[in-house]
């Protein structure tokens, strides 16, 4: 792993477990100086940053609620000070409780509004404002988008709005060479998709795509490396459905 000074900085938010883990192993891997973001899980956040460290990254832990602005103005301000002006930002923190509409509380609608809208809105806001020119975004929607299937609709609105963000924020960093994409993950197996569901559901979903099985952390955490890399400079504004060929 790169350990110069003058890595460059990533920010990776709800990283303390799942894909975001993964994200952050990775762009740690390929040189790269990680804050992981997490809200609440702060063990599994410090024994990632101890992970990384001892193979010779540069990583710090920050707790921020993303859908608080002002915790996310500390997130950027505390990477900035032991890191360095942030350079990458993943919007990877999310909720999923698949409810049909009709169903769903008033506190679960904002909820998931919150974090998922919300939160990605507050870190593109200030990533406007504090990034390195030559930078890229990556946000988070899912392949739940294309599927329309009950009980994913309040979910699938959230990411409606940050594909919404995706394309509009792109045309709104020109001139900068900063980079806005988004990847749109499968099923994968992570607590986030397997929570809540019986072995039948879970078997049914890994035999959807054409490749026949879920998804892995490590899969979506290679696309992200990719948009988050020199390689993607032409890559932007776009979706990337990384879902094994479910749709």
């Given at each position: 792993?790169?350990?110069?000074d003058n890595?460059?900085?990533?920010?990776?938010?709800g990283?303390?477990?799942?894909?975001?883990?993964?994200?952050?192993?990775?762009?740690?891997?390929d040189?790269?100086?990680?804050?992981?973001?997490?809200?609440s899980s702060?063990a599994?956040?410090?024994?990632?940053v101890?992970?990384?460290?001892?193979?010779?990254?540069?990583?710090?832990?920050v707790q921020?609620?993303?859908?608080?602005?002002?915790?996310?103005?500390?997130?950027?301000?505390?990477?900035e000070?032991?890191?360095?002006?942030?350079?990458?930002?993943?919007?990877?923190?999310g909720?999923l409780k698949p409810?049909?509409l009709?169903?769903?509380?008033?506190a679960?609608?904002?909820q998931?509004?919150?974090i998922n809208?919300r939160?990605t809105?507050?870190?593109?806001?200030e990533?406007?404002?504090r990034?390195?020119?030559?930078?890229?975004?990556v946000?988070?929607s899912?392949?739940?988008?294309?599927?329309?299937?009950p009980?994913?609709?309040?979910?699938?609105?959230?990411?409606?709005a940050?594909?919404?963000f995706?394309h509009?924020?792109?045309k709104?960093?020109?001139g900068?060479?900063?980079?806005?994409?988004?990847?749109?993950?499968?099923?994968?197996?992570?607590?986030?998709?397997?929570d809540?569901?019986t072995?039948e559901q879970?078997q049914?979903?890994?035999?959807?795509?054409?490749?026949?099985r879920?998804?892995?952390?490590d899969?979506i955490?290679?696309?992200v490396?990719?948009?988050a890399?020199?390689d993607?400079g032409?890559?932007?504004?776009q979706?990337?459905r990384?879902n094994?060929?479910l749709?």
């Amino acid at each position: 792993m790169n350990t110069l000074d003058n890595a460059q900085v990533a920010i990776v938010t709800g990283a303390s477990r799942g894909i975001g883990a993964a994200v952050a192993q990775r762009l740690a891997k390929d040189g790269f100086a990680v804050a992981i973001n997490y809200a609440s899980s702060s063990a599994e956040a410090d024994a990632l940053v101890t992970e990384l460290t001892a193979a010779g990254a540069k990583a710090i832990a920050v707790q921020a609620d993303v859908s608080n602005a002002d915790d996310v103005r500390r997130m950027f301000e505390v990477a900035e000070q032991q890191l360095g002006k942030v350079d990458v930002l993943i919007n990877n923190a999310g909720v999923l409780k698949p409810v049909p509409l009709a169903d769903t509380s008033d506190a679960l609608y904002d909820q998931t509004f919150d974090i998922n809208v919300r939160g990605t809105f507050n870190t593109l806001r200030e990533a406007a404002a504090r990034m390195n020119d030559g930078g890229r975004i990556v946000n988070f929607s899912s392949t739940t988008l294309a599927l329309n299937m009950p009980g994913y609709a309040i979910y699938n609105a959230t990411k409606a709005a940050v594909e919404a963000f995706t394309h509009v924020f792109a045309k709104e960093l020109r001139g900068r060479n900063i980079t806005v994409n988004a990847v749109a993950p499968g099923p994968v197996a992570t607590s986030l998709f397997l929570d809540g569901k019986t072995e039948e559901q879970i078997q049914n979903f890994a035999k959807m795509p054409p490749l026949q099985r879920l998804g892995q952390p490590d899969d979506i955490a290679s696309v992200v490396a990719f948009l988050a890399s020199a390689d993607a400079g032409w890559v932007n504004g776009q979706i990337l459905r990384a879902n094994g060929g479910l749709a």
